[in-house]
């Protein structure tokens, strides 16, 4: 089977023939890409520090509030599967620029929102946008260095993928609390429109492929079935009951919707499906798939379990829980452009199995600190090893994905890697925070979301010193053993990750188009 036609550049800038250093050009291009990358992934965050400021000031319940997070989510796993083919439809530059648009857009409707309702129909129309930035970008940027530098370019792609975790709390918690809740969305007005700007006269011009069909089919079954899974997977952790009829109906639904997509993409015939699952069939891309579906259930849903503790076992605000974080982002930021540069020097197989390693140590020495009075710099310690390793496994396990692929098949793999990437973060944040409420049920601790608040918590009177002690140890006991089970997630990862390429890559990601 041949490859779907994707744009080709005109005039874009040459791969090196080496892993040598990136040039000028291509640094422009990441510029360009993180900017846009940055202002979708934090805007996730931002948000969810604002929802108590939304429910009280739209007098709504957090039943309903919850749908300015969840839209987006959704609109993000609606749209995703179509950027794929619309690279090649529209041409990268022109849909990235689209996609900027329409999330600038969505930013400004979303700070004038005058009710929750339009406030939710605006950031759906946020996702919309955001959900193609990130592939869009990846594929740009990925064709514009050639496989000897994919490991480099993929290490500025993980920028934004780190900070949005830890600034974003941060950035959140002070535009609400010292200025309003509309200035989350505005503040992506400016950036926005200077990401436009830079795109416009940066990025080079590619062709489109006007004759590029659509798979109806494949997008009836995916879009809706992905937006479902990931709305059942988490409506269910976050009521702490997959047994509801509504979850098990989406999640249920969802699953049958994504494995009938699967079947008709790889059925006989299907020439030009909307996620070519053939490449699969590769070694580095199957098994790059398989590291990441591992890793970011294991590490997405630990990290995400981290402000609760600091927050209900430590009694620190949102602002600060964010704060110390902070030490994570730092780790990955020192060693994400080093592990970048080894990649395409040594290959990704051996980069990831330390990063990987490192991870386990990190998160072992955290598990084990979590108590109702240890010390914050020895959680930094091991937030900042944890952060190392994460540098050194993320972007080099997509690095060892994009390597192996020709020009025309890039679009489509990125747009696949971020589908799993979304899928696997949805699966992972269900299954810790479900662990979580298990171990705090069977130490006779309230739910989850007894603890985190709410106007019955705030007026619940406190217990006595010693039992409020005793409580406290209780909680942080759970949270040892979620972190536990965490750790045995990452040993799975070694599986997976032992059969990534193991040398630097030779087939260039702008490899000349075969002739038909």
Partial sequence: MTAPASPKTTDGPP????????????????????????MSILDVTVVNVALKHLVEDFNRPLSTIQWVATGYTLALATVIPVTGWACARFGTKRLYMISIGLFVAGSA??????????????????????????????T??????????????????????LLGPIAGPILGGWLVDDVSWEWIFYINVPIGAVALVLAARILKKDEPQPAEKLDFLGLVLLSPGLAALIYGLATGAEKSDFGRPDVLLATVGGAVLTLLFVWHALRKGNENPLIDLRLFKRRSVAAASGTMVLFACAFFGAMLIVPFYYQTVRGETAFASGLLLAPQGFGAMLTMPIGGKLTDK????????????????????????IT????????????????????????????AAMQTLVHDEVPRASTALNIIQQIAGSIGTAFITVLLAAQMRDRGLPSTNELSGGEAAANAPKPPPEVLAAMMQKLSDSFQTTYWWSLVLLAFAFLPALLLPRRKPDTPVDAPMPMH
């Fill in 346 to 369: 040594l290959g990704p197989g051996k980069v990831v199995l330390v990063g990987l390693a490192t991870v386990v140590l990190g998160v072992a020495g955290f598990a084990t600190l």
């Fill in 15 to 38: 791969a090196a023939a080496d892993g040598g250093g990136l040039d000028r050009g291509v640094l422009a291009v990441a510029a360009v890409v993180v900017l846009g990358a940055i």
């Fill in 140 to 161: 740009i940027l990925t064709q514009a260095a050639g496989a000897q530098r994919v490991g480099q370019v993929m290490s500025i792609v993980g920028i934004p993928m």
């Fill in 372 to 399: 109702p009075d240890s010390s914050y710099w020895l959680h930094a310690a091991a937030l900042f090893v944890m952060g190392m390793g994460m540098g050194m496994t993320m972007m080099p396990t997509m690095s």
């Fill in 109 to 138: 409707l979303a700070g004038m929102a005058w009710n929750a309702e339009s406030l939710i129909a605006f950031r759906v129309l946020q996702g919309l946008g955001g959900g193609m930035i990130m592939p869009a970008g990846m």
